[in-house]
């Protein structure tokens, strides 16, 4: 088919034909580990900037001096025109609100990408392929902090990969 409606397909509808080249090129992009990696930590990226942006929003921590010029004394915020005073909130909301982007991509690539070589080397679906990906997904996060900190992420990692994995897992009720 070329895409164009069939007989049954009302004007202006394309029909969805899955044996054009460009689906089955992008269904085995979206199957590939790379694929469910790269589309994880996309996802990953914009859900932590929106969450960012709410914690960013609600915390009490701002800055209450404008960061000064180098060799200059840090003004008050409250001594700013109120235009100035958005600009250093809003300033500071977009910092931290990448900073958690960053953050969620890195866990979503990362996580997906273990997850995904895990199930194929092991050729199953199961809670363990989550469980262990949790483990080494919270390890390596933690590297930098030694060998507790490594164990203590690849725990907590692996639990709450167990914890969601599982009630995912759950019969649903209809």
């Given amino acids: 088919?070329?895409?164009?409606?069939?007989?049954?397909?009302?004007?202006?509808q394309r029909t969805y034909d899955p044996n054009d080249p460009n689906i089955k090129?992008?269904?085995?992009?979206m199957?590939?580990?790379?694929?469910?990696?790269?589309?994880?930590?996309?996802m990953g990226f914009?859900?932590?900037?929106?969450?960012?942006?709410?914690?960013?929003?609600?915390?009490?921590?701002?800055?209450?001096?404008?960061?000064?010029?180098p060799g200059a004394a840090p003004q008050p915020i409250a001594s700013l025109p109120w235009r100035q005073q958005v600009k250093?909130?809003?300033?500071?909301?977009?910092?931290?609100?990448?900073?958690?982007?960053?953050?969620?991509?890195?866990?979503?690539?990362?996580?997906?990408?273990?997850?995904c070589g895990i199930e194929g080397f092991r050729a199953k679906n199961d809670l363990g392929n989550g469980v262990a990906a949790g483990c080494l997904t919270g390890g390596i996060l933690a590297r930098s902090g030694g060998p507790t900190a490594v164990a203590g992420g690849c725990a907590a990692f692996a639990a709450f990969s167990a914890a969601i994995d599982a009630y995912m897992r759950q019969p649903k009720e209809e």
Avoid: W
Avoid at 25 to 29: C, D, E, R, V, W
């Fill in 1 to 12: 088919m070329n895409g164009l409606p069939g007989p049954g397909a009302a004007q202006g």
């Fill in 25 to 29: 090129a992008l269904n085995a992009m």
């Fill in 31 to 42: 199957e590939s580990c790379f694929g469910k990696s790269a589309i994880s930590g996309v």
């Fill in 46 to 69: 914009g859900m932590g900037g929106l969450f960012g942006m709410f914690m960013a929003s609600m915390a009490y921590d701002t800055p209450f001096h404008t960061p000064g010029a």
């Fill in 88 to 115: 250093v909130g809003f300033k500071d909301m977009g910092t931290r609100s990448y900073s958690t982007a960053k953050n969620f991509g890195k866990v979503g690539l990362l996580f997906s990408g273990i997850e």
